[in-house]
């Protein structure tokens, strides 16, 4: 089991940055594909990016690629999400996910039942 801990949110203007945090602590902390997805207000949750335990592949979704990069940091067993150009679409409630069924695959997952590990979310708004 991991926990998961997202920080970094809070309130930009359109075209603005923020990076996001999650602290992942646990046993299999650094073995891990994560992933990041977000719901917006009255909106189902959405896929934003993935990345497997060694950071050889990632994956972006289309509303987010060229803006937005998925990167970790096994030695410091952070995961980050650098959004650039934010745009108001963009608010949401932000998740960081984990799925522990899978050690060390060079696989990334792009489905929220995919994962089975989540942490509480960190709020990012992007006014106009």
């Known amino acids: 089991q991991v926990q998961l801990g997202e920080s970094g949110g809070g309130l930009v203007q359109s075209g603005g940055s923020l990076r996001l945090s999650c602290v992942v602590s646990?046993?299999?902390?650094?073995?891990?594909?994560m992933g990041w997805f977000r719901q917006g207000p009255g909106e189902e949750r959405e896929f934003v990016a993935a990345?497997?335990?060694?950071?050889?592949?990632?994956y972006h979704s289309d509303s987010v690629k060229g803006r937005f990069t998925i990167s970790r940091d096994n030695a410091k067993n952070t995961v980050s999400l650098q959004m650039n150009s934010l745009k108001p679409e963009d608010t949401a409630v932000y998740y960081c996910a984990a799925r522990t069924g899978s050690l060390y695959t060079d696989r990334y997952y792009t489905r929220g039942n995919d994962y089975d590990n989540w942490g509480q979310g960190t709020q990012v708004t992007v006014s106009s």
């Open positions: 646990g046993r299999t902390r650094s073995s891990l594909p």
């Open positions: 990345i497997n335990w060694r950071s050889s592949s990632t």
